[in-house]
């Protein structure tokens, strides 16, 4: 159970006259503010800034920080979104002075080193992806997606081409097609059938020559990997179209299958959840995308470029490129994290991260599938679906309930109602980071649940500092100053 401590603001702490630090009494002459600055910038009253000591100050943050749940206090088996341990190693690389303390506009001679790791880090993504050109400057994975669609835009409109639409399947995650609409495409559903794979006749009754993109996520949000992967790849390529590869699954199949390979034209990493970077909470990301070598002109800018003699430059002169999406070169702390990371595993523990994260899934998969049906669920990817449908049907309990009250027991909610075509959809992905232990315990408590009482469930949590927020009307309208 979890403590309820301290939910005060600073500004309700508060006491005038407290103070974190002491300074000397003034030993020369006191001025006015008004004598040594024009009024014009003079603010009519003071600041209201809370007034309080150093340690209450450490303290009130200290217990705010243990009332979240994080992949360092919890198990996060947050469906989709790769919520895997963070190695503290890769905290200490981000943090060295010369990646950590780097000026944006530091010349290129004083930055050679940075330089150099996100050179290597472009053929890495290169290599791991089977797509020869990499850019790194995407903010995130759904502005990868972005700058990938605009990157096929502009290709398609140097060969005179005009092709208006994008297909996705209905499993997609809705950045796919929000992005599409941002790079002036149409999107095109496509079914996906009850096994969780497209269904090509559908597929085909959509294709046509008016065909941009295909956005597919492989493995897909259901956990399986697309058994018609290659023959939609050959069809949408012999109609001149492109593949776009979601990466957001990339844990599943590091060092075992390369989407170059199976027929991606471009794909984005999210280095935050593939290469262990932290996120959550809207946290940092990077969103680098690879893409084949007839896409390479136009990708985004700055590229990073080694001259014959070992010098490392930023190319910012690419004429068909679609230019900046961001300011500089990327988010590189997210970018050393996730260098460090493909660093110390190498390519055979790379491997070995996606074994043991498909692993992981088919074990909780097989010890939940008995309890809680999984519609696409005799073996899964890195991931898998269930569905809380029967539960609901039977003692009128929800997908959100069984989340909700997964809090009480310690572990955090897991994805749902995400992908939209599983009913009462709970998305599970254990990742490769966790024992054997700790996923007999979640399979466990989540059995618990589902025998309880349904009216404890319905107001669950019962132990956290609030219960259920209305998270819609949260997002909307935040309420972002503390007197309002
Ligand atoms: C997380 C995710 C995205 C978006 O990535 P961000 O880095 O959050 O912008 C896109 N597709 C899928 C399947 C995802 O899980």
């Known amino acids: 159970m979890r403590n309820t401590r301290d939910t005060k603001s600073l500004f309700e702490l508060s006491k005038p006259g407290r103070r974190a630090t002491l300074l000397p009494k003034c030993d020369v002459p006191a001025r006015p503010l008004g004598s040594l600055l024009p009024a014009s910038v003079l603010a009519d009253l003071p600041p209201q800034l809370p007034e309080l000591s150093e340690p209450a100050v450490v303290r009130h943050f200290v217990n705010l920080s243990t009332q979240n749940m994080s992949v360092d206090t919890h198990f996060y088996p947050l469906g989709s979104c790769t919520m895997k341990h963070n190695p503290k190693r890769n905290e200490r690389a981000a943090a060295m002075p010369g990646f950590g303390d780097v000026h944006p506009y ?123 992967m290659k023959i939609i790849a050959d069809e949408v390529h012999a109609r001149g179209g492109l593949i776009y590869l979601d990466g957001a699954n990339m844990n599943a199949i590091l060092g075992v299958a390369r989407p170059g390979d199976f027929g991606a034209d471009m794909q984005h990493y999210n280095p935050h959840k593939t290469f262990s970077g932290p996120h959550g909470g809207g946290g940092p990301g990077a969103g680098p995308i690879c893409v084949t070598e007839a896409l390479a002109p136009y990708l985004p800018m700055p590229i990073v470029r080694k001259s014959s003699s070992g010098q490392f430059s930023l190319d910012f002169s690419m004429p068909k490129s679609i230019g900046h999406l961001r300011a500089f070169f990327g988010n590189t702390g997210v970018l050393v994290r996730a260098y460090t990371y493909i660093r110390a595993h190498g390519p055979d523990g790379l491997r070995r991260v996606s074994e043991h994260a498909v692993l992981n899934a088919n074990y909780l998969l097989s010890k939940i599938k008995h309890f809680l049906p999984v519609p696409q669920g005799e073996r899964c990817m890195h991931e898998f679906v269930a569905s809380g449908a029967d539960l609901k049907a039977t003692k009128g309990v929800s997908a959100m309930d069984l989340a909700k009250r997964l809090l009480d027991y310690g572990f955090h909610a897991p994805t749902v109602y995400f992908p939209l075509t599983v009913k009462e959809a709970i998305m599970i992905e254990p990742t490769e980071s966790e024992s054997k232990e700790t996923l007999d315990a979640f399979a466990e408590v989540l059995f618990r649940i589902t025998e309880e009482d349904p009216e404890l469930l319905h107001e669950a949590p019962h132990s956290t500092p609030i219960s259920r927020p209305n998270e819609v009307q949260a997002a909307r309208e935040p309420v972002l100053s503390w007197k309002s």
């Open 106 to 228: 530091a010349p290129e001679a004083a930055i050679q080193g940075l330089l150099e790791l996100l050179y290597d880090m472009q053929q890495y993504l290169s290599e791991i992806s089977g797509l020869p050109a990499c850019s790194l400057h995407p903010a995130a994975g759904a502005h990868g997606e972005l700058a990938a669609l605009l990157v096929a835009a502009a290709y398609f409109r140097d060969r005179g081409e005009k092709r208006t639409k994008v297909l996705a399947p209905d499993s997609a995650h809705g950045t796919n097609p929000a992005s599409a609409a941002m790079a002036g495409f149409d999107t095109v559903t496509v079914k996906t059938l009850k096994t969780g794979a497209v269904d090509l006749d559908d597929f085909r009754a959509k294709l046509d020559d008016n065909i941009a993109v295909f956005m597919i996520t492989n493995p897909n949000t259901v956990g399986i990997f697309e058994p018609s």
